[in-house]
């Protein structure tokens, strides 16, 4: 019997999962940074720039941007490392990586594209400062497989900077609920002509792992195998 995963509320086969995923980002991948926007009254520029400063990237460096989709933070951590360093893109989706290959050379960014998923980085081990996640993890099948290879091509000391939404402070839950599932799929349909997409990126949050719980699986991965 073929396992199950979340795909947002419903349980699907996991081999099931990448598919449908797949067919959300091709649906609204033309549409998806002005989404991106108008969903959080563009905040999420803001969070993006607050991530590239954790990680601390410095020139000279590499870093990997695994799911990273139209290419906000592989733009931002190119300013960073500068014509020493080097910064790779990555995503499943050919619709989003083509937008964001196209968005850095008009910023004037030629960078590496790679379509790959999380879970099968194709780079060897020990390779970048740093490695990025935003808005992606929580669309992974196997969570803790992407974990395991971001780990994986991290140099020793790098830093594997995860972005993602998660629970919000209790008192402010129904507003948070009554905004996710009233607001957002209404405006999935009028700007990108699909709601149900939209609809399932706001169950996938409540689905994804808590702080906490994500917290621990990022500890967890600190095997011998990838600390040599």
Known sequence: ???????????????????????????????????????????????????????????????????????????????????MGKVVLTDVNSAMLRIGRDRLLDAGKLLPVVQCTAEQLPFGPDRFDCVSIAFGLRNVTRKEIALTEMRRVLKPGGRLLVLEFSQVWAPLKPIYDAYSFGVLPRLGALVANDAQAYRYLAESIRMHPDQATLKAMMEEDRSPMLNP
């Open 1 to 83: 019997m073929s396992k199950t995963t979340d795909f947002g509320y419903q349980k699907v086969p996991e081999d099931e999962k990448s598919r449908r995923v797949a067919g959300v980002f091709e649906s609204v991948a033309a549409r998806y940074d002005l989404m991106n926007d108008l969903m959080s009254g563009g905040l999420h520029r803001l969070w993006k720039r607050f991530a590239v400063e954790a990680g601390g990237v410095r020139p000279g460096d590499s870093v990997l941007d695994v799911a990273g989709g139209t290419g906000d933070l592989a733009r931002l951590f190119a300013g960073r490392v500068g014509a």
